[in-house]
């Protein structure tokens, strides 16, 4: 299993960015996917998730702000993130479950005027 994660940047408050997770080595189309994220200094957090059925769910901070989706002919997972906050400064992951957790390298968000 493989997740590779893309997409993170510089942006200012209000800006918008699109995450990328590229999955391989498992039948993507099967599984729910979820991003975290970890702030400095802070514990990891769950941000979202999405169901094998394409049911979404998210951190209450973070709704009608982050949309999940997938593709699962690309065996992607994305995580659309608009009117982004200082708050939103951490390093996201993508993470899966098969067998045990799968987790990305991780890519950096900052946030900042």
């Known amino acids: 299993v493989q997740l590779v994660e893309s997409g993170g940047g510089l942006v200012q408050p209000g800006g918008s960015l699109r995450l990328s997770c590229a999955a391989s080595?498992?039948?993507?189309?099967?599984?729910?996917m979820s991003w975290y994220r970890q702030a400095p200094g802070k514990e990891r957090e769950w941000v979202a998730s999405?169901?094998?059925?394409?049911?979404?769910s998210y951190k209450d901070s973070v709704k009608g702000r982050f949309t999940i989706s997938r593709d699962n002919a690309k065996n992607s997972v994305y995580l659309q993130m608009d009117s982004l906050k200082p708050e939103d400064t951490a390093v996201y992951y993508c993470?899966?479950?098969?067998?045990?957790?799968?987790w990305g390298q991780g890519t950096q968000v900052t946030v900042s005027s």
């Open positions: 080595g498992f039948t993507f189309s099967r599984y729910g």
């Open positions: 993470k899966t479950v098969y067998g045990r957790d799968y």
């Open positions: 999405i169901s094998s059925a394409d049911y979404p």
